[in-house]
């Protein structure tokens, strides 16, 4: 159960995510009182571990609530009808409506409040009357492409998710919660303290355990016939694996535990996944698959699933009782590849007390374990290529990659905090930071300079898998620049923002890419350049021969070449 600790850390983390967003913020000084500095970065950390989203932009998009709206972006009052923020993803057919309610102070045996779900009503009533008269601004627009897409041949999902830093959670098996989804269709998930301080990844104690397993249950591997330093693949039971994943020190080293109910009070130890190439994820459609399976048909999981990688600082293998059996000594382990299942198998345990001895102890894994000392180029390795196998996006694997750390670490001292991995701000609470920018914001800085700042938006898978090498390659990427690069995408994001309000103009991120990449090639003054590249693109506007958004130009060929001719930039080596 989380405690005080748990509570304070969220509030330093929200601190970190507001003190990021307001020095991005032209309205950033308007908010001095430190919770409600708090508060406006909760909405952010939450956000980015559901959703998935990094970049801080982005995120703020996605906030609808009222107070938040005028303080960050300077927005008269508008209705939220109780939605605090919307995610609509694309990928898997959901629309994420999301309740906030943050805490000051520390209540252990407070609960969420249910009146908090029912206030989110009148937002989907609207939805499902299609009565959108009465809203107005940013929650109207998402009301209206909501509806757009629930009327569609496709199936979509709605969630309501209720958040709040609160120590017990909302319990979906009360009969008004029932009720509510039942009359709107939805599904109610709660949010709290427990799943919260999961989200937070900060570097652990070295996790150690013990195994004693059959010598048919293991073989051994080293990369050098003579090498005392081996690796292993190893047929372990489920129950085994929750006892040395466990937060009790005693139970993984109790390698000879006769009786499995001695597990039943455990959970899951969240630092063994510090090195996971994910981060936390809170949805996947494959923890559904894993439950089923380990209760339909648990003899049958060893061939089902993929099992779990693990590296170690140190393996220590001892023969024992007449060679019959081989004691395992794992130091400092950690595991970086089936986190989703770990972390499954850890909540079917919990989900019933006698899943232990009816299906989980009668399942069997497999297990990969490398000894990979303190070599962090190998453990990143490891990682990135056992994972490519899952549908892991390539932004994350190449997170691991040693020019990625690289640039967390350079960018740390010019006081830019590197985002690498879903999950992880790179925040760290010992520094202050004026900018936060995403790995997948960075490549599409980088791309647009390189000559494609109309493909830096719609490419950016690519931008981490076909392109990689071209922008972020030892041959080419200049870490000693990255610094000034980044500072000049936020200092002219600004700009733009200021000038928004001062012309109309519209602000979208295919645009910045355009002046950042403007500004590298002409060194011109920002304003100028935002003023001209407005005319250009009216200009270029009235010439096309159907009516088009900003966007869809700012994609075209066409464009790119009109702007270069503009500005007199000389594509010859793009």
Same mark, same amino acid.
């Given at each position: ?285 494959? !923890?559904? *698959?894993?439950?089923?399976?380990? @209760?339909?048909?648990?003899?049958? =999981?060893?061939?089902? #699933?993929? $099992?779990? &990688? /693990? ?7 001892? !023969?024992? *009782?007449?060679?019959?059996?081989? @004691?395992?000594?794992?130091?400092? =382990?950690?595991?970086? #590849?089936? $986190?989703? &299942? /770990? ?29 990979? &000392? ?201």
């Amino acid at each position: 159960m989380p405690n005080i600790n748990d509570f304070k850390l969220v509030a330093k983390k929200s601190e970190k995510y507001a003190d990021i967003l307001l020095n991005d913020s032209n309205c950033g000084q308007k908010v001095k009182e430190p919770k409600k500095r708090e508060r406006l970065g909760f909405y952010l950390f939450i956000l980015e571990n559901v959703c998935g989203i990094r970049d801080i932009f982005d995120l703020r998009d996605l906030v609808t609530d009222t107070e938040f709206n005028q303080l960050v972006l300077g927005e008269t009052k508008k209705d939220d009808c109780g939605i605090d923020a919307i995610h609509i993803n694309e990928e898997d057919f959901s629309i994420n409506l999301f309740n906030f309610k943050y805490r000051e102070k520390f209540n252990p045996g407070k609960a969420q409040c249910l009146n908090e779900a029912f206030i989110s009503a009148k937002f989907v009533n609207a939805l499902t009357t299609e009565q959108t008269d009465n809203l107005e601004g940013k929650i109207k627009e998402f009301a209206i492409s909501i509806i757009e897409k629930l009327n569609s041949n496709d199936e979509w999902k709605l969630h309501l998710y209720v958040v709040s830093n609160e120590n017990i959670e909302l319990k979906k098996s009360n009969e008004d919660i029932k009720r509510l989804e039942q009359a709107y269709g939805l599904e109610v998930k709660a949010v709290g303290l427990v799943q919260i301080s999961q989200y937070m990844s900060i570097r652990p104690e070295p996790i150690n355990a013990e195994l004693m397993l059959d010598t048919d249950a293991i073989m051994s591997f080293s990369e050098d016939p003579i090498s005392s330093s081996k690796s292993y693949i190893i047929r372990l039971p489920i129950n085994e694996i929750i006892r040395i994943t466990c937060n009790s020190e005693e139970m993984r080293n109790q390698y000879n535990m006769e009786n499995v109910q001695d597990l039943r009070d455990i959970e899951l130890d969240y630092s063994v996944l510090f090195d996971n190439v994910r981060g936390f994820v809170a949805r996947s459609k494959y !923890n559904k *698959n894993i439950s089923t399976t380990l @209760k339909k048909e648990p003899s049958k =999981f060893f061939m089902y #699933n993929n $099992g779990l &990688t /693990l590296i170690a600082e140190d393996i220590e293998a001892i !023969n024992t *009782n007449a060679n019959k059996k081989i @004691k395992l000594k794992l130091k400092s =382990f950690q595991v970086i #590849n089936g $986190g989703q &299942t /770990l972390r499954t198998i850890h909540k079917f345990h919990k989900f019933d007390e006698g899943n232990i001895d009816e299906y989980l102890s009668n399942s069997q894994i497999l297990v990969r374990i490398f000894k990979t &000392t303190n070599d962090k180029v190998l453990n990143n390795k490891i990682a990135e290529y056992t994972n490519s196998q899952n549908s892991i996006s390539s932004v994350d694997l190449k997170s691991l990659r040693p020019e990625q750390m690289h640039l967390e670490q350079y960018l740390r001292e010019y006081e830019v905090a590197y985002s690498r991995k879903t999950g992880d701000t790179g925040l760290t609470d010992d520094r202050t930071y004026k900018y936060q920018i995403s790995m997948e914001r960075f490549g599409q800085v980088l791309y647009s300079l390189k000559g494609n700042p109309h493909k830096a938006s719609s490419r950016k898978k690519q931008i981490f898998d076909k392109h990689y090498d071209e922008i972020f390659g030892e041959e080419v990427l200049v870490v000693e620049d990255s610094p000034g690069q980044i500072k000049k995408y936020f200092e002219l994001t600004s700009l733009y923002e200021t000038k928004q309000k001062k012309h109309g103009y519209v602000v979208i991120d295919q645009k910045i890419f355009y002046i950042l990449y403007l500004h590298y090639k002409t060194n011109r003054d920002g304003e100028e350049l935002i003023d001209r590249f407005e005319e250009a693109l009216k200009e270029y506007s009235s010439t096309a021969k159907e009516p088009m958004t900003d966007a869809r130009i700012l994609v075209q060929a066409g464009f790119k070449k009109s702007v270069d001719e503009k500005f007199l930039i000389n594509t010859v080596d793009q």
